[in-house]
């Protein structure tokens, strides 16, 4: 039986996983139980972070995944943006990689940089 806390909506229900089964107790919404198969057979994560961008204002920009990607993909994702180097000017929402390393998720600007 595996133990943890739900992050799918502020109530934070404990759930009791079954890891043979996948049987899920201890949810209150059907969220719950969705959120903890995921978690043992594919957690996701949403990535944020900095990457470098040349620009006469600013060395960094804010940037994160659009949608969540694979959590065993974090840290070759995060030696990836290391290498980046972006150019102003960039606004919010701007996608700064189209496949963040075969993911097939972008990594956007969260910041507005105009030169």
């Not at 934070?12 to 107790?25: A, F, K, M, P, R």
């Not at 057979?41 to 006469?56: F, G, K």
């Not at 840290?75 to 996608?95: E, Q, V």
Request: charged fraction near 25%; aromatic fraction near 2%.
């Amino acid at each position: 039986m595996r133990e943890m806390t739900c992050l799918e909506c502020p109530r934070g229900c404990q759930l009791s996983i079954d890891e043979q089964s996948l049987e899920v107790t201890g949810n209150n919404c059907p969220k719950g139980e969705a959120f903890a198969r995921a978690e043992l057979t594919n957690p996701m994560r949403v990535l944020t972070t900095t990457a470098v961008i040349e620009s006469d204002t600013d060395d960094m920009i804010p940037v994160r995944t659009k949608d969540p990607i694979p959590k065993n993909s974090m840290f070759t994702a995060m030696r990836f943006i290391k290498t980046l180097r972006a150019k102003a000017p960039i606004n919010t929402g701007d996608i700064i990689i189209e496949d963040l390393v075969g993911t097939g998720v972008p990594l956007i600007a969260t910041k507005s940089i105009k030169k």
